[in-house]
């Protein structure tokens, strides 16, 4: 799939000054051999100018060039600072899409690197979360629909509005990521927060700094230890949902864990932090240019009183900042948290962007699926929001229950 080299980045680690000292972190890479053949799909029926050698067609129209054959590793190498998303890099792309067989179109001015893979009439760009211009995405697909003539539809996520794409297209569906925008220092990034969150966050550390005087946070690459911290995670993960009545998405599908841990293995990092010399709290991270992926947290239920958790995602952004990062992402879904923490949402759309509309109308099938999706994400939507409005009805009820204690 891609080319083998041998890469290694290396970052400064480090956490909150009370809770921890600074680390260097060294996140290895993953190399992968070369898939067995290049694909030699002819090209027939261009009006542009291009120049077809070994494999490489280049459409001097277009600023475009497709490799069809192996990803080079210098290209595949260049991801993480181009976008700086971690859905574009070659290890999230390896463990979570899994391609047979990889390929890679170029633009130029501005330049852009798209991994894409092949499945009969339909092209999968594997780049995901990242930013694109319109025109660019078109020259994209206009240069993989002239180099693979039998294609018919590329499917393609943008985080602009589907209707600046002036290409057939259908809106598949859409996600939004909760995304925080770093100032230059930590007492601008927590002055920006609101001031009920900056009171919770000075009096939970307050209690904890005096409860704990040993706290410490490390930042560790965790290599092989990875799925025994993923297990503690997701122990504490557990625990919490089932007192909230709920499942985790890992039990839900277990596979997740599994392509999970992978990733930790081979991008991220661990932020751990320790109570009295014991594991009270672990958070998974992912620096990827010039931005850090906050993907999952969890602390030791024994500490909710301390808000440990809430604490421990505080850090991290802090941490972001010090490392001159621009961006947090704190995953999808608009939970109350991350708003708090100054997270904002942005829409990635999913599209199948179509040669023609002959083509469009050959895959009806594919809007009947998109019909059903809407239609059930609509209906779950509704339910959450009822149940939480249920929720939020019945908490001073079930506050006043509590404190005032079994009767006698």
């Known amino acids: 799939m891609f080319s083998t080299q041998d890469s290694r980045d290396v970052s400064p680690g480090g956490a909150d000054p009370a809770f921890g000292r600074d680390r260097h972190v060294t996140d290895p890479l993953l190399a992968h051999p070369p898939s067995a053949t290049a694909e030699t799909t002819g090209l027939t029926g261009l009006l542009a100018t291009s120049r077809d050698t070994s494999g490489i067609v280049t459409y001097d129209d277009l600023g475009a060039t497709v490799h069809r054959g192996d990803v080079p590793a210098c290209l595949a190498d260049e991801l993480p600072d181009l976008y700086s998303t971690l859905f574009a890099t070659k290890e999230y792309i390896a463990i979570y899409d899994d391609p047979v067989e990889a390929a890679v179109?170029?633009?130029?001015?501005?330049?852009?690197?798209?991994?894409?893979?092949?499945?009969?009439?339909?092209?999968?760009?594997?780049?995901?979360?990242?930013?694109?211009?319109?025109?660019?995405?078109?020259?994209?697909?206009?240069?993989?629909?002239?180099?693979?003539?039998?294609?018919?539809?590329?499917?393609?996520?943008?985080?602009?509005?589907?209707?600046?794409?002036?290409?057939?297209?259908?809106?598949?569906?859409?996600?939004?990521?909760?995304?925080?925008?770093?100032?230059?220092?930590?007492?601008?990034?927590?002055?920006?927060?609101?001031?009920?969150?900056?009171?919770?966050?000075?009096?939970?550390?307050?209690?904890?700094?005096?409860?704990?005087?040993?706290?410490?946070?490390e930042v560790v690459a965790p290599g092989d230890c990875a799925s025994e911290l993923f297990a503690q995670f997701l122990e504490w993960k557990t625990e919490r949902f089932r007192r909230r009545g709920q499942i985790t998405m890992w039990e839900d599908d277990p596979g997740r864990a599994e392509r999970f841990v992978k990733l930790v293995e081979r991008r991220g990092e661990a932020h751990i932090t320790s109570l009295g010399g014991h594991l009270a709290a672990i958070a998974f991270v992912f620096p990827v240019g010039r931005a850090t992926f906050g993907r999952q947290s969890a602390a030791d239920p024994s500490y909710e009183d301390y808000r440990l958790d809430f604490l421990c995602q505080y850090w991290v952004a802090c941490d972001a900042v010090r490392r001159g990062k621009q961006l947090l992402y704190l995953g999808w879904g608009n939970e109350a948290h991350k708003t708090h923490l100054g997270a904002r949402p942005r829409r990635a759309t999913s599209l199948s962007v179509f040669r023609g509309q002959a083509s469009r109308l050959a895959s009806l099938g594919e809007a009947w699926t998109v019909a059903r999706r809407t239609a059930g994400r609509r209906v779950q939507r509704d339910y959450w929001r009822g149940r939480h409005a249920v929720r939020r009805a019945l908490e001073p009820l079930l506050c006043r229950a509590r404190d005032s204690g079994p009767s006698r």
């Not at 002239?146 to 057939?168: D, G, N, Q, T, Y």
């Open 105 to 217: 179109c170029t633009l130029t001015e501005p330049k852009h690197v798209l991994l894409f893979s092949r499945n009969g009439d339909t092209i999968e760009v594997l780049n995901k979360v990242f930013t694109i211009a319109p025109v660019d995405a078109e020259r994209a697909c206009r240069a993989l629909f002239r180099a693979f003539p039998k294609v018919r539809r590329i499917h393609l996520e943008v985080m602009f509005s589907a209707h600046e794409l002036r290409l057939p297209r259908r809106a598949l569906y859409a996600t939004d990521h909760m995304v925080v925008e770093l100032p230059d220092t930590v007492e601008a990034y927590t002055a920006s927060l609101g001031k009920s969150t900056r009171r919770t966050l000075r009096a939970a550390a307050n209690r904890l700094r005096r409860d704990f005087p040993d706290a410490t946070t």
